[in-house]
């Protein structure tokens, strides 16, 4: 028997779950544990761990949260969506893992002149504008969807690295590679993640965990792509290789990446940012705790190479190193996110935060010119750091509705990006 305000219902390929009273989802009859005895919701609130409290039904694998929101947690329509994310973090987010190699080119090149210091600065620009834009294109996304942000990314990454082979002076790079390349990974780098939050939700550290290896393949690829071209047609040619690689892989982005939720009026309180989320004590923690990670995640990614290169390591050994790195990132953005489904998301990012601090202090710091040691560190920090990004998205999923994932998402990391 259909409830007397219906609501819109959960197709079996997920295009869009209802928000179901209490009572409607105990009628519903997802799963006997999912309600007390008088027809009442569990007590326990939005910080509890998820993965241990939502009723799931064992025909379908649908799952359902506190707020009575269901997730088809798989599904054709589903797990294309995951593809799309990938795909669109491959282009995005691989260049950012990409930037050691783009960073220690330029040093003995283009940029000779300047110092790694001056040149760290247009890599830094660009990583600032990546997490600082979320915080008005969360509530973009929350309110219209993925489908034009993503678009508009993809061509603002395809302009820049177009663009990128006529660059000659400072300013030229840091226009084209640290504003425009910063805007266009930022347009695709909070829809992808957050799209994966309207299909999934006790699957939803698996699930953003293998879109987020997107990053890694991105991470390998590129910079060996980079590495065997450059010697071979030049920089303006290699860039114009990433350039059609990024094409293909944003355009499939463009058209897989979808949300399940309604759109909501183009008002002031849909729209804007809202700073009010910062009154929640447990929210802001975890934005500490987010920020002081990723301030430190990011140095040995710009750097590693041209530390290699400083200790008078090969360009070609210098230039793999980072490609290592995201072998290691690769298996650590989605074997922890399994894990973390039953173990807890933030026990487990705890543990491989800890694996980055121990790895960098007791490998990184005396390596110098130890190849054997630089390897071993670049493994396991790419391990602990992969978890670590594929990890946050997941745990800040858990402080927050499902239809305000985007704003809060993206509001933790504006204030990253100040690191």
């Known amino acids: 028997m259909e409830p007397s305000n219906p609501t819109t219902t959960s197709n079996e390929d997920g295009q869009f779950a209802p928000r179901m009273t209490p009572s409607e989802a105990a009628s519903t009859r997802l799963d006997d544990s999912a309600v007390d005895h008088d027809g009442q919701p569990p007590s326990y609130c939005a910080h509890d761990q998820p993965i241990d409290s939502p009723a799931l039904d064992p025909a379908t694998h649908k799952s359902m949260d506190e707020h ?108 084209v590679f640290g504003i425009i390349n910063g805007l266009g990974t930022s347009l695709i780098f909070t829809p992808a993640l957050s799209a994966l939050s309207h299909f999934f939700y006790r699957r939803r550290g698996m699930a953003t965990g293998m879109a987020v290896t997107g990053g890694s393949i991105g991470g390998i690829m590129f910079p060996l792509i980079l590495e065997n071209l450059f010697s071979k047609i030049g920089f303006a040619w290699a860039t114009r290789v990433v350039a059609l690689i990024c094409f293909v892989l944003l355009g499939t982005a463009c058209v897989l990446i979808k949300s399940r939720l309604p ?43 041209s530390y290699s290169l400083v200790h008078n390591l090969s360009p070609e050994f210098s230039y793999h190193l980072l490609a290592i790195l995201n072998v290691g990132s690769f298996f650590g953005r989605w074997i922890p996110g399994y894990f973390a489904d039953f173990l807890g998301r933030f026990n487990t990012i705890i543990f491989t935060t800890s694996l980055c601090l121990i790895s960098t202090t007791c490998l990184w710091l005396l390596a110098g010119d130890n190849v054997a040691i630089l390897i071993i560190y670049a493994l396991l920090f790419g391990l602990g750091s992969g978890s670590c990004i594929s990890l946050t998205p997941v745990c800040i999923g858990q402080l927050c509705k499902t239809e305000n994932y985007g704003r809060y998402y993206a509001a933790a990391y504006t204030v990253v990006s100040f690191g």
């Open 68 to 175: 009575g929101t269901i997730y088809p947690e798989g599904g054709l329509t589903s797990w294309l969506v995951v593809f799309g994310s990938f795909a669109g973090l491959v282009g995005s987010l691989g260049l950012l893992n990409t930037i050691g190699t783009f960073q220690a080119y330029l040093s003995t090149h283009q940029l000779k002149d300047y110092s790694d210091g001056s040149i760290g600065w247009i890599f830094g620009v660009y990583v600032f504008l990546t997490f600082f834009c979320g915080v008005q294109i969360g509530p973009v996304f929350d309110a219209k969807g993925p489908r034009l942000l993503v678009l508009s990314g993809s061509f603002l990454i395809m302009v820049a690295m177009i663009s990128i082979g006529f660059c000659s002076e400072y300013w030229h790079f840091m226009v």
């Open 263 to 305: 759109s909501k009026p183009a008002s002031r309180e849909n729209i804007l940012p809202d700073l009010y989320i910062f009154k929640d004590p447990v929210f802001v923690l975890t934005t500490a705790g987010v920020f002081f990670t990723e301030w430190g995640l990011f140095i040995p990614v710009g750097y590693i190479s």
